[in-house]
């Protein structure tokens, strides 16, 4: 039976509030003066703490902490760099969790228990391996248990125009499989206000729409990309990442270092003017007081925006949406035009349903995204569209009400919060970045580029648990052969699939010979007297269950039917499409359960 996107209730309204104002950025403006750093070294800084003000800094993260639902009894990860940033999240974080407000001054007698930092050696630089070491020192000698890993780049290292963005791809990749592996539930990142503003401007160059400018999220659940499965109850792994140093500035940073007396480190990479946020974050360090707090001021504002946007998308989710248990999402039209959702709202909503139908990393954007919106706004529909590496048609039998969004297989491949000066710089600013894009903008113009989904065959042994294209839960198994009769009245018809432990069966989705060959297998005569006492078993059951899958698959639209999973031995026959109860034996058990990696909605996230 299909279930329903959300469980939330939903209170009917014909028409949605307004959200939030947001200002209007932003047309043209001056330039702002670069200039290139002389030397960019790797060196310490320390000096002496301040006598007072990191008491405040101790109270305003305790309440971040506990706005995220945190307490010290959880066991907590640390991002670390050995950075001013990542020492200062250390910082409070150690006084925090050990209830001693001086905690990271004593030196180390012993490790916190449940506190991890970790430190990741993307091994981009030949000093990297000694820097990392470095650091790890000196959090051990705050007392906190630390661990540096190291990056293997199985596909070779980035390229420079791509290293920033492959970098923190891989440290979160690293930083989520350590945690998962140590049972730690909170991962600590160390972005700041700064942080923030840099993002606005960096997303505002690549004409990012007011949900993107919101920046990053105060709290986010992460989930793994390699689930990890130790049996038939697990599912995917996740983590809470927490941000809480968010409305804390650069400056801060140096303050808590200063105030707990640690020291800290300066990654040359950082002075870099080959790095867009790089540059940007000189340009920024430039701007006025009143400037950078009008700036945060306007982030406030996307981000009140979003969290309005994401609570209205949370009740179309539960109203207009219908997830079936054979992967597809049917949006009822009727629903969306009744309540006269606006734009902005209807566009995060089927972003978010694509999003969780492809279990695709990166949300459809631009000129997909136009497309969508249009389908959606036409009633009836009747044409079809691929899209971020969806298939969207009519819903059998609906008469273009209702739009059914299936995975496609390719088989073969402003309103007074800036004054006019800050309006000014910030339209600077994105104007210099946009420059720089423009060459890789015009490159990817087109909607459908990058977004065909490959259906490469999975390996898996008997007994094991697993997931098929990131969509569905698969498990399946045999019994030993010394347990199956071969007599003639107890014969699996099926030997295939009597596999040693060596054995393992390939999964792969659902081509058009399957339907041929379920249908060839139900006309096939049966096989045995089901009149005599074991009539049953020496019936085919192969013959049997293709019939019953036949007309379960004839309730499944034909564009979901190819993502179906299919169990194949060696030689490709088809063992079992679990999906719709089809099994060559009764001795093979197998399920598929569409229970995607990242849930629909993406998951917790928080914009406070």
Known sequence: ????????????????????????????????????????????????????????????????????????????????????????????????KSGNSNAANNGRSKTIDGLLAIVVDHG???????????????????????????????????????????????????????????????????????????????RLSRNSGVLGLA????????????????????????????????EF????????????????VEDPTNRSRLYVRNRIRESLSNMSSVFKAELQATISACRRTRLHVERICRLLL???VTITPHGYAVI?????????????????????????????????????????????????????????????????????????????????????????????????????????????TEATSDPTSGHSISSSSKLIRPGQVGYFMNRFLLDWNVPDVSVVKLGAEGQCFCSSCIFDDEMVAEVRCMVDSDWMYLHDLSRTKKMGDSSSENGMVRMNYANLTAGRALATLKSIPVAARRAL??????????????????????HLKASAVFCPRLPLGGGHSSFL
């Not at 002389?38 to 902490?65: D, V, W």
């Not at 992460?222 to 809480?244: D, M, Q, T």
């Not at 990166?362 to 044409?383: A, D, E, F």
């Open 215 to 246: 920046g990053m999220a105060f709290t986010l659940q992460r989930f793994s990309e390699f689930p990890i499965f130790s049996g038939k109850e697990s599912k995917a792994h996740s983590i809470l990442l927490v941000r809480p140093l968010l």
């Open 318 to 320: 539960n109203k207009a």
């Open 1 to 96: 039976m299909a279930a329903r996107g959300l469980l939330a209730p939903f209170h009917f309204h014909y028409k949605f509030t307004a959200p939030p104002p947001v200002p209007t950025c932003i047309s043209w403006l001056r330039k702002t003066s670069l200039r290139r750093p002389r030397h960019a070294l790797f060196f310490c800084s320390h000096s002496r703490p301040p006598e007072t003000g990191i008491s405040n800094y101790r109270l305003q993260f305790a309440q971040k902490m506990a706005m995220a639902g945190l307490n010290p009894n959880h066991r907590i990860a640390i991002a670390v760099s050995g950075g001013p940033d990542s020492i200062a999240l250390c910082v409070l974080t150690l006084d925090w």
């Open 249 to 264: 500035s650069k400056e801060d940073m140096y303050n808590i270092c200063r105030g707990g007396n640690q020291q800290w």
């Open 124 to 202: 981009l630089r030949t000093e990297s391996a000694e820097e990392a070491d470095l650091v790890r020192g000196r959090v051990l000698d705050m007392g906190i248990k630390c661990e540096v890993a190291s990056c293997i780049w199985l596909d070779g290292k980035p390229k420079l125009g791509h290293l920033q963005e492959a970098a923190r791809d891989k440290r979160y990749e690293t930083l989520q499989k350590i945690c998962i592996e140590q049972r730690i539930g909170v991962l600590l990142i160390a972005h700041h206000a700064d942080d923030q503003a840099e993002l606005f401007i960096l």
């Open 565 to 586: 999973p299919v169990l194949v031995n060696a030689e490709g026959v088809v063992l079992s499409i679990p999906s719709i109860g089809f099994s060559r034996c009764p």
């Open 332 to 440: 009822d039209l009727g629903v969306l035009h009744l309540i006269e959702a606006k734009d902005i709202y209807i566009a995060k909503f089927v972003t978010l349903v694509v999003q969780f139908i492809s279990q695709r990393h990166r949300p459809v954007r631009g000129n997909g995204l136009k497309l969508l919106l249009n389908y959606l706004r036409t009633t009836p529909c009747k044409s079809a569209l691929t899209v971020a590496g969806c298939y969207v048609c009519p819903a059998p039998g609906s008469k273009g009400t209702r739009v059914l969004i299936a995975l496609k297989i390719e088989e073969a491949k402003t309103n007074g919060i800036l004054s006019n000066s800050s309006h000014e710089s910030i339209v600077s600013l994105q104007k210099q970045e946009s420059e720089n894009f423009k060459a890789v």
